[in-house]
């Protein structure tokens, strides 16, 4: 069995198969890799990687001041916000404080407003009875007025009825001897 594995011959394909081109020793894949290599090397001589890592740091140094001045941002947000919290509170407060203190003056001016009210009333309740006491005094004196009037002319037509005229004119002399007095 040996031998017959030595001794049969391989059978070549009927075509052949492609092979790859070289040139200068190397096959596609190896020129792709000293391109690469080329590339490399004309990025370490350039310092290329110290720009990109530059301009990284410079990247990150960004970021961080942005991620430090949002910190901050959101830090004096929040100082705002308890303050503006604060600042309500205090609102409310002074909300609460200057109802009562309305509260208070209504009360205030209400019992004043009752007190000038029972003043008034009571004032003009006097008025009214002094004026009804001097309306009465006035028609008293009216009335003794006319009633004096009266009692005048009844007099003199009684002694004008009763009288002569001598006893006229001695009662004339007596009255101008009483003024005379």
């Known amino acids: 069995m040996v031998e017959a594995l ?7 394909p009927a075509h052949d198969e492609h092979s790859e081109p070289y040139a200068y020793g190397f096959n596609p894949g190896g020129w792709v890799a000293l391109a690469m290599l080329a590339v490399f090397a004309l ?42 919290e604060a600042k309500a509170k205090s609102v409310d407060k002074e909300r609460r404080a200057m109802i009562e203190r309305a509260k208070k003056e209504a009360a205030e001016i ?6 000038d009210a029972e003043a008034l009333i009571e004032r003009r309740g006097r008025m009214a009875e002094d004026k009804i006491a ?5 028609a008293i004196d009216q009335l003794r007025s006319t009633a004096a009037t009266a009692a005048t002319r009844a007099a003199a037509k009684l002694i004008a009825e009763r009288t002569d005229s001598i006893t006229a004119a001695k009662l004339v002399d007596q009255a101008i001897s009483d003024i005379g007095r």
Request: aromatic share 4%.
């Open 43 to 84: 990025f370490a001589w350039k310092k290329v990687h110290h720009a990109i890592a530059k301009a990284l740091d410079e990247k990150i140094a960004t970021i961080r001041n942005q991620l430090a001045e949002a910190e901050g941002l959101r830090k004096d947000a929040e100082a705002l916000r308890s303050e503006y």
């Open 6 to 12: 030595t001794t049969a011959k391989v059978e070549q």
């Open 110 to 115: 209400v019992a004043k407003a009752q007190v």
């Open 134 to 138: 001097a309306e009465e005094r006035a």
